[in-house]
């Protein structure tokens, strides 16, 4: 019996991580689960699974916790510190699927114990990625993504030389407004921004998706874990999301990743590796998709991508405050306060005064000073959200 862990277990990727233990119950002992407010799914799911401990990260959701766990074998905990520290309970696998730079702390402490981390916090890499992808290796740990893009590359390169990559090229569906005239995005409303065309996903990575900052923290993401050079990445749009990603080799060759937009394929993958076991996702029917198609993202409609292009460059610790601004400018947005497009400025002049203002590049990276660029991002970028209002 494999021992699993699932952070993040009440959202979109830990639903679908849960749906494919529930169906092989046998193989799998289930040791803790982690919301953050959702504690009616987390309660049954713990105690459907028979979980050790769930653990609800929002402390005004403890009492009720109990309450649904209560004349079960089921412990219950609350807030960040006891999320970390179900994460340092011996597991063989662990899901990393809280959504945000919180999303950190645990994947970190898991590493610690030198097993498998599935990877689909992309956040942790965009933060973080040098000195985590150390840390798992310095614990002898496994880190597997979970990123359809990612995933897609790593099959990829199975039995392949990364030396021999001339380069990586990762899909985007180009989000909600892939087809809206440019005019009319300054005026895209919540509703509009949170409707992916092709992928079901939690609300923030869907808006993500339609600015493509999504796709802006997958070509770091790529950068930090397959440590592959920037001008290597390339990203382009295809509509019908079956690529995940393409590799290209020095010979010409380009090997294709093509599978249903379906988050089990790649949750299954990372769950069942290092073999490849049966999984409950459709069979491609290629004669009835008829036509695959490519265009190149447009740089005035998705202005993230040349502010991970500038990440990347800059390097070190720019990659946490990308991530902080990027959170902060997506909660003014879903609160209302400024517009879609104005999202990407308000990131692009955080990390100016970030640069210019906290020299970072004469900071050392370690998980504090990670911590700190966050924050400090945060806080510029709520100072530059009021200039506009
Ligand atoms: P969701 O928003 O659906 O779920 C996020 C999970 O994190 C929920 O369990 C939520 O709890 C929990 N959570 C939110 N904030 C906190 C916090 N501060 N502390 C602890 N737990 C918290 O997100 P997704 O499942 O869509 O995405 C999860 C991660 O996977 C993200 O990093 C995303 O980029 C990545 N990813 C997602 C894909 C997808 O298809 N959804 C594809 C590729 C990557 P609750 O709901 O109980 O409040
Ligand atoms: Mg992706």
Redesign the pocket.
């Known amino acids: 019996m494999k021992t699993v862990s699932v952070f993040?277990?009440?959202?979109?990727?830990?639903q679908n991580t849960l749906d494919l233990i529930k169906r092989d119950p046998q193989a799998y002992d289930v040791v803790a689960l982690?919301?953050?407010?959702?504690v009616t799914?987390?309660a049954a799911d713990a105690i459907a699974l028979n979980a050790d401990v769930a653990v609800i990260?929002d402390p005004d959701c403890y009492a009720e916790l109990q309450n649904l766990l209560s004349g079960t074998n089921v412990e219950a905990a609350s807030g960040?510190a006891a999320?970390v520290e179900a994460a340092k309970r011996p597991c063989d696998w662990t899901m990393s699927?809280?959504?945000?730079a919180?999303?950190l702390a645990p994947g970190w402490a898991a590493l610690e114990q030198g097993k498998t981390l599935a990877l689909?916090?992309?956040?942790s890499l965009v933060t973080a990625g040098p000195i985590l992808m150390d840390h798992a290796n310095q614990h002898g740990a496994t880190v597997l993504p979970?990123?359809?893009e990612h995933s897609a590359v790593f099959q990829a390169l199975i039995g392949e030389d990364i030396a021999a990559v001339e380069r990586i090229i990762i899909t985007a569906s180009g989000g909600a407004f892939r087809d809206w005239p440019l005019e009319d995005l300054p005026n895209a409303s919540l509703a509009e921004a949170s409707n992916h065309p092709n992928?079901d996903?939690?609300?923030?990575?869907t808006i993500d998706s339609a600015s493509m900052f999504?796709k802006a923290m997958e070509l770091i993401e790529t950068k930090e874990f397959f440590g592959v050079r920037p001008d290597q990445i390339e990203t382009i749009i295809h509509p019908e999301s079956l690529i995940h990603a393409l590799v290209g080799f020095a010979d010409g060759a380009l090997m294709a990743h093509v599978g249903p937009h379906d988050?089990r394929h790649a949750i299954g993958f990372a769950l069942n590796w290092p073999v490849r076991k049966d999984l409950p996702v459709q069979r491609l029917d290629l004669a009835a998709i008829g036509s695959l198609n490519f265009k190149a993202p447009e740089a005035a409609r998705y202005p993230a991508l040349q502010i991970a292009r500038d990440v990347m460059d800059e390097g070190g610790l720019m990659g946490a405050a990308f991530t902080a601004a990027k959170e902060q400018a997506l909660d003014s947005f879903i609160a209302g306060d400024i517009g879609f497009m104005d999202m990407a400025p308000v990131v692009a002049k955080t990390l100016d005064t970030m640069t210019s203002r906290d020299g970072l590049k004469n900071v050392k990276m370690t998980l504090d000073t990670v911590n700190e660029i966050d924050q400090l991002a945060r806080v510029r970028a709520i100072e530059i959200t009021k200039t506009l209002r």
């Open positions: 993040g277990a009440t959202g979109s990727i830990g982690t919301g953050g407010s959702n799914q987390l990260d960040s999320i699927a809280i959504v945000g919180a999303g689909a916090n992309k956040e979970v990123d359809s992928w996903m939690g609300q923030r990575i999504n988050m």
